[in-house]
């Protein structure tokens, strides 16, 4: 069971961050009185977090977190490639999600509707690949996000500390 700043200080995150998803109900807890979080919810927060760093909207965060419970959950309705990289990460192998802008129109005037972020599990050299891509295209001012599923949900690590293959 973990606290609201056990939470915050697990994946990183300042602890108004995590008491603000706590209020906006993006984050659950098993227990109100004390206040508690289940081992899941932490998971959950330490996927969170890269979106939180880049100043996501609320309601972009509580979309993320509808996405990342179903992959937690190993729900059907999960796209193959994404259940396949969750599992595989739970199971102390190599996963990868990775959310990028993706051309969706050509009106470059508007760039409200040029863009949409398309997401899902990619390999290393896919996600290298992509990156490249989008820096080479002259896009190098829109965000990617790229989660090492592997190190996100190992609760044993803290969020930050630096890999041994890091090292």
């Given at each position: ?8 200080r697990?994946a ?10 706590h209020d906006q ?28 760093h ?6 972009a ?8 419970r ?6 059907g ?6 259940a396949?990289?969750?599992?595989n ?13 993706e ?7 508007d760039?409200k509707?040029?863009?949409i ?8 050299s896919?996600a290298?690949?992509?990156i490249?891509?989008l820096?080479y ?6 965000a ?12 044993s690590v ?10």
């Open positions: 069971m973990h606290t609201i700043s056990a939470l915050a697990n990183a995150l300042p602890r108004r961050s995590v008491q603000y998803w109900s993006i984050i659950i807890p098993i227990s109100r009185s004390p206040v508690v979080y289940s081992d899941e919810e932490l998971l959950l927060v330490r996927l969170l977090a890269p979106f939180d880049l100043s996501c909207a609320v309601g965060i509580r979309e993320l977190a509808r996405i990342f179903l992959c937690l959950s190993r729900d309705s999960v796209p193959p490639d994404v396949q990289a969750f599992s990460a739970r199971d102390g192998d190599e996963g990868y999600f990775m959310m990028a802008p051309m969706i129109g050509t009106n470059r005037s760039p509707s040029f863009w972020w398309t997401a899902g599990a990619v390999s290393k896919q290298a690949k992509s490249f891509s820096n295209n002259a896009r190098a001012n829109l990617v996000v790229m989660i090492d599923l592997q190190y996100a949900l190992n609760s803290t969020v930050g500390a630096i890999r041994e293959d890091e090292e």
